[in-house]
């Protein structure tokens, strides 16, 4: 599945080349689906409601018995509990690992810890740390995370302050919580563009350093 449709791919691209169009820096855009896939935490989920069988078994029985237990009910839990266990664990397992429920399962912090993370091995891979000048811009997107982070390196980092980034990303959200990525692509380009040309100022141009078409990962 795309997340942005052929016609609004190339828009978007015409605006990176337009915001790069008078300025030294460099701007890449990378959308990503998920940022990892989160794996081990649906069964770790998994394992540890099936391990709590047992005990959610005995208690039920010392409540409904007074504290009586039988042979009946010992002979019950050494015949039955281990295959319900397993049953329920893989039962469990199958249903955690639908994006929707392993997504659900996940702490937010820990997506926004993986997001971030991504983000910052894209602006590597993608070598806006070896711009010219240090003037490399990534907007990055995470999609099911709803996680959106603009990295900046350091010639940029030195002249602009972090809460100006912050604000456009809190914007940036506000349009991916809405499905409407390709908008929130080019409200951001449109104030990268103005920090850009007022901080690093290129009237003539240059030659672009980086490919300028949205990436998916």
Excluded at 89 to 100: A, K, M, S
Excluded at 103 to 112: D, H, S
Excluded at 130 to 147: C, D, K, N, P, Q
Excluded at 175 to 193: K, M, N, P, S
Aim: glycine share 6%.
């Amino acid at each position: 599945m795309a997340f942005l449709s052929e016609s609004e791919k190339t828009a978007l691209a015409a605006k990176i080349n337009h915001a790069e169009s008078q300025t030294r820096a460099e701007i890449v855009t990378v959308i990503a689906r998920q940022s990892d896939g989160y794996r081990y935490i649906p069964t770790l989920w998994a394992a540890l409601i099936a391990l709590s069988v047992p005990g959610i078994y005995h208690a039920w029985i010392a409540v409904s018995t007074g504290g009586w237990t039988s042979v009946e009910h010992t002979i019950y839990a050494e015949a039955w509990l281990y295959p319900i266990q397993v049953l329920i664990f893989l039962g469990l397992g199958v249903i955690f690992q639908l994006t929707r429920a392993r997504l659900w399962l996940v702490p937010t912090v820990v997506k926004q810890q993986r997001a971030s993370r991504h983000a910052r091995e894209q602006f590597f891979l993608q070598k806006l740390h070896e711009t010219e000048g240090r003037t490399g811009i990534l907007i990055f997107v995470s999609v099911a995370e709803h996680y959106v982070e603009i990295i900046v390196d350091s010639a940029i980092a030195d002249v602009v302050d972090n809460t100006v980034w912050d604000q456009t990303v809190q914007e940036f959200i506000e349009h991916v919580r809405h499905g409407d990525i390709a908008t929130g692509f080019e409200t951001t380009l449109e104030q990268c563009r103005k920090i850009t040309w007022e901080h690093f100022p290129a009237p003539h141009g240059r030659p672009d350093e980086l490919p300028n078409q949205l990436i998916e990962v």
